[in-house]
């Protein structure tokens, strides 16, 4: 059974950069199969697509995130990560992980618990 | 790209249906078959419900059903049963050049 699991720091400083990790278990982020993605979703409001990493490493971002969002995956962890530079309150949001097939449609078909990150100082 | 536009709300007794609409552009919705649905319970992640449109996951039942019409996703539940309830939202692939997803703003269905 595939799970995703977010870690990271629950507060942030403003200004300062989010860091997250998704540790995938239960199947390989190397599959050619998938991409792997990152969603937000501020407290009380509806869900917002981040970015999406393909195993080799290529990436694609929300074009009103992009200058500020880093995805990278490392596949010998199993692994990939978020970096989201300059946060503002704004950035206060449940961040998940998710995986999406390419080949049965490009779903969001298994997703993390998520984790509440709080930018406040 | 902007949010999809889902109805707030929606309500409905055991037993009925409902029809949740998401209405995008040629962009995303009536530009390609991958609409996807998802049901979120109170503190719990979202769960794919439905995608390409009309197609379900293994496990999902088939009480609930997708279309699309142009620019206009539905996603049906009939024979709502009291579990339903929750937040609903719907999802387009808007990738023409390189992937790309937007999310609608998300409907509360409140089963009475």
């Known amino acids: 059974q595939l799970q995703l699991q977010e870690s990271g720091p629950g507060l942030v400083k403003p200004s300062e950069t989010l860091s997250l990790t998704c540790t995938v278990s239960?199947?390989?982020?190397?599959?050619?199969?998938?991409?792997w993605g990152w969603i937000r979703q501020p407290p009380g409001k509806g869900l917002e697509w981040i970015g999406s990493?393909?195993?080799?490493?290529?990436?694609y971002y929300n074009p009103s995130l992009k200058s500020r969002v880093t995805i990278s995956v490392d596949t010998s962890k199993n692994q990939f990560s978020l970096k989201l530079s300059s946060v503002t309150a704004a950035d206060t949001a449940v961040y998940y992980c998710?995986?999406?097939?390419?080949?049965?449609?490009?779903?969001?078909?298994?997703w993390g618990q998520g984790t509440l990150v709080t930018v406040s100082s | 790209q902007s949010a999809l536009t889902q109805p707030r709300s929606v309500s409905g007794s055991p037993g009925q249906s409902v029809t949740i609409s998401c209405t995008g552009t040629s962009s995303d919705v009536g530009g390609y078959n991958y609409v996807s649905w998802y049901q979120q319970h109170p503190g719990k992640a979202p769960k794919l419900m439905i995608y390409?449109?009309?197609k379900r996951p293994s496990g999902v039942p088939d009480r609930f059903s997708g279309s699309k019409s142009g620019n206009t996703a539905s996603l049906t539940i009939s024979g709502l049963q009291a579990e339903d309830e929750a937040d609903y939202y719907c999802c387009s692939y808007a990738g023409s050049y390189t992937p790309y997803w937007v999310f609608g703003g998300g409907t509360k269905l409140t089963v009475l």
């Open positions: 239960g199947g390989s982020i190397s599959s050619s199969s998938y991409y």
């Open positions: 990493i393909y195993y080799s490493g290529s990436t």
């Open positions: 998710a995986r999406i097939p390419i080949l049965t449609g490009p779903s969001f078909d298994y």
């Open positions: 390409d449109v009309s």
